[in-house]
């Protein structure tokens, strides 16, 4: 893609608990999109090298994992080497070395690939963390979510107890703050917010506004662009 390309390409980005996945993907749906979440992406690979002992010190590098990573994806469901991670990769161990895998140049530089592959074939909903700044920076909409520690921490609790994992919200929240200076203070692709995104935020909005909004944003901007808004 270049500078003068309009794709119907929406990019989300925005920190742990801001409600980028719920939203991308009610969002994908309204507007007869494709999804791809980013995070997940990164989550597969941490919880590769997480089963491989990479982080008790195996035999395995980061270079040899990515070689035997094939990532697939089915709607909103993400396989590694055939089989669906999708639930997998939502555990506390994985949220605590996800941010420290993501870090890493190689990894960002194969999944980067991956992604930009993906959203050049455009009519896409694309969230994450560097989407609208790294991987798609052509975009004609970018998306920033924000909330507050507070409520990012008490939606992630519950969605790990709806899953049977019982955990405490005030240690969620360390670790959510903790997650935010890894990522916005990393020296490769940080989390930012792009200069020309619109911030949105969604501590008191309900999921519903939030999608609506978007939506409306979306239909004007590929409509000023020449876009089929379908």
Same mark, same amino acid.
């Given at each position: 893609?270049?500078?003068?390309? !309009?794709?119907?390409?929406? =990019?989300?980005?925005? /920190?742990?608990?801001?409600?980028?996945?719920? &939203?991308?993907?009610?969002?994908?749906?309204?507007?007869?999109?494709?999804? %791809? *979440?980013?995070?997940?992406?990164?989550?597969? &690979?941490?919880?590769? #090298?997480?089963?491989?002992?990479?982080?008790?010190?195996?035999?395995?590098?980061?270079?040899? =994992?990515?070689?035997?990573?094939?990532?697939? !994806?089915?709607?909103?469901?993400? !396989?590694?080497?055939?089989?669906? @991670?999708?639930?997998?990769?939502?555990? /506390?161990?994985?949220?605590?070395?996800?941010?420290? @895998? =993501?870090?890493?140049?190689?990894?960002?530089? !194969?999944?980067?690939?991956?992604?930009? $592959?993906?959203?050049?074939?455009?009519?896409?909903?694309? $969230?994450?963390?560097?989407?609208?700044?790294? @991987?798609? /920076?052509?975009?004609? %909409?970018?998306?920033?979510?924000?909330?507050?520690? +507070?409520?990012?921490?008490?939606?992630?609790? =519950?969605?790990?107890?709806?899953?049977?994992?019982?955990?405490?919200?005030?240690?969620? +929240?360390?670790?959510?703050?903790?997650?935010?200076?890894? *990522?916005?203070?990393?020296?490769?692709? /940080?989390?930012? +917010?792009?200069?020309?995104?619109?911030?949105?935020?969604?501590?008191? #909005?309900?999921?519903?506004?939030? &999608?609506?909004?978007?939506?409306?944003?979306?239909? +004007?901007?590929?409509?000023?662009?020449?876009?089929? &808004?379908?």
């Amino acid at each position: 893609m270049n500078g003068n390309t !309009f794709l119907k390409v929406i =990019a989300i980005d925005g /920190p742990a608990g801001s409600g980028k996945s719920t &939203v991308a993907k009610m969002v994908a749906e309204k507007m007869n999109m494709r999804y %791809l *979440d980013t995070g997940a992406m990164y989550r597969v &690979v941490t919880f590769y #090298l997480i089963k491989t002992g990479f982080f008790e010190g195996g035999a395995i590098d980061i270079h040899s =994992a990515l070689i035997g990573i094939k990532l697939d !994806f089915e709607n909103d469901r993400i !396989f590694l080497n055939g089989k669906d @991670v999708s639930e997998e990769i939502r555990t /506390p161990m994985v949220d605590t070395k996800v941010s420290y @895998v =993501a870090k890493q140049e190689e990894v960002r530089a !194969f999944l980067t690939r991956m992604q930009r $592959e993906i959203a050049e074939r455009g009519n896409v909903v694309i $969230e994450g963390r560097d989407i609208g700044t790294v @991987v798609v /920076p052509e975009a004609p %909409l970018k998306i920033f979510l924000t909330a507050s520690i +507070k409520e990012r921490a008490r939606r992630r609790v =519950a969605q790990l107890r709806s899953k049977g994992i019982e955990v405490d919200i005030e240690k969620m +929240k360390r670790e959510i703050r903790k997650r935010d200076e890894i *990522d916005s203070s990393r020296s490769l692709a /940080p989390l930012v +917010k792009s200069k020309d995104a619109i911030e949105i935020d969604t501590t008191t #909005l309900s999921i519903e506004e939030v &999608v609506d909004k978007i939506v409306r944003l979306a239909k +004007k901007r590929f409509k000023e662009h020449g876009r089929d &808004v379908g």
